[in-house]
């Protein structure tokens, strides 16, 4: 079955970089649309990051001109580099699968923390 496996969170200052990695498995990868969603404590869980199939993306209003979503379809891994890190960045952060031809998530990685802090 389907298996996303999230790497890369940690502790980090504010303004410092981050790199998460998801590792798809299990399935096919390259015609599905991947992203990464993330959630803090008592909010909602919210799209950060998107990519097609064919390499298109879309982001966050919070998050755009700060992370960016890439895939290796061989390698059948998604990356979201993260620069310029805030505290409210501070969440989990989880790899996504989409449905084909959807907006509706098909599957969700473990997650991974991220806590931007001093």
């Known amino acids: 079955q389907v298996q996303l496996v999230e790497s890369g969170g940690g502790l980090v200052q504010p303004g410092g970089s981050l790199r998460l990695s998801c590792i798809v498995s299990?399935?096919?990868?390259?015609?599905?649309?991947m992203g990464w969603y993330r959630q803090a404590p008592g909010k909602q869980r919210e799209l950060v990051a998107r990519i097609a199939s064919g390499q298109l993306t879309n982001y966050g209003d919070s998050v755009k001109g700060r992370f960016t979503i890439s895939r290796d379809n061989a390698k059948k891994v998604v990356n979201l580099q993260m620069n310029s890190l805030k505290p409210e960045d501070t969440a989990v952060y989880y790899c996504?699968?989409?449905?084909?031809?959807?907006?509706?998530?098909?599957?969700w990685g473990q997650g991974t923390q991220v806590t931007v802090s001093s």
């Open positions: 996504v699968r989409f449905r084909l031809g959807s907006t509706e998530v098909g599957y």
């Open positions: 299990g399935s096919i990868f390259s015609i599905y649309d």
